[in-house]
Each structure stands twice: as structure tokens, then as C-alpha cells.
């Protein structure tokens, strides 16, 4: 009986040991992330040590930069309001904002490996974009 307390014990240590270090590897967002890797230089460029549009980015295909909870589109910017990570999917909740009106949204990123995500909105079922981290 002894035994199978110390089993128990340990499949629970080890089953959270597991988990804390599943838990503990946040997923990295920072960078600009295009919708393909060779349009990077097109869609982003460097001014003053920082990532930005390039001019006529819109031409070349979609792209935005995340800096901490801060995500900057081409017609707006949002800030992150909550996080929650489960394995490699991260549901995130942003207040956005553009020139023209604010409004709360929802998304989800699917992490494919550290410089691939795809990113699709719980609202809208089947529509999902991969996007690439540029390499500045």
C-alpha cells in the first residue's frame, strides 16, 4: 500500500514537473511576421533601429508587428488585454483601434515552430492565415 502511494506521488511530481515546463516556455511574438518570408523586405523595413512599413507595403501582401502587448497593423494598432496558452495555441484578446473607430477582438494563433503561426478568429470559422517572422 506504501508502494502505490510513492507511485502515485511520483506520477503526480513528475506530471507536474511536466507541465510547469510546457507552461513555463511562453510563446515568443515579437518581430514583424509577413504572410511569406520573401516578401519580408517589401512588406517591413528598418527606420531609426525600427521595424516599419515600407512604403507601398499593401501592394506586396499583409504583415504586422507585435512588440510586447502592442500588435501594429497598416490601419491600426491593438493592444493585448489577455493572453491564454494551451500547448501550442494561444487565444489573445486585443483592444484595437484605427483612424476611423475602436473595437475589442478576438483571436487565435496556432504556433507551427518559433517563425511560423497561423492566425484565425473564433467569429469567423475556416478562415485562418499562415504568417512567417521576418528576419531583421
Known amino acids: ?25 511562453a510563446i515568443e511574438l515579437t518581430g514583424a511576421w509577413a504572410t511569406h518570408a520573401d516578401l519580408c523586405n517589401q512588406i517591413f523595413t528598418r527606420q531609426d533601429n525600427r521595424v516599419v512599413y515600407a512604403e507601398f507595403s499593401e ?4 504583415g504586422f508587428i507585435i512588440d510586447g502587448d502592442r500588435i ?9 488585454k489577455s493572453r491564454k496558452q494551451e500547448g501550442d495555441s494561444l487565444e489573445l484578446s486585443a483592444a484595437c483601434a484605427s483612424s ?36 531583421f
Not at 59 to 62: D, R, V
Open 72 to 80: 501594429r497593423g497598416r490601419a491600426g494598432t491593438c493592444i493585448i
Open 1 to 25: 500500500m506504501c508502494r502505490a502511494f510513492r507511485l502515485v506521488g511520483a506520477a503526480i511530481v513528475l506530471g507536474s514537473s511536466v507541465f510547469s515546463v510546457a507552461e513555463a516556455r
Open 59 to 62: 501592394l506586396f501582401g499583409s
Open 100 to 135: 476611423i473607430m475602436t473595437q475589442d477582438v478576438r483571436f487565435s494563433l496556432k504556433i507551427i515552430d518559433d517563425n511560423n503561426i497561423s492566425r484565425s478568429f473564433p467569429e469567423i470559422a475556416g478562415m485562418s492565415q499562415n504568417y512567417t517572422r521576418c528576419k
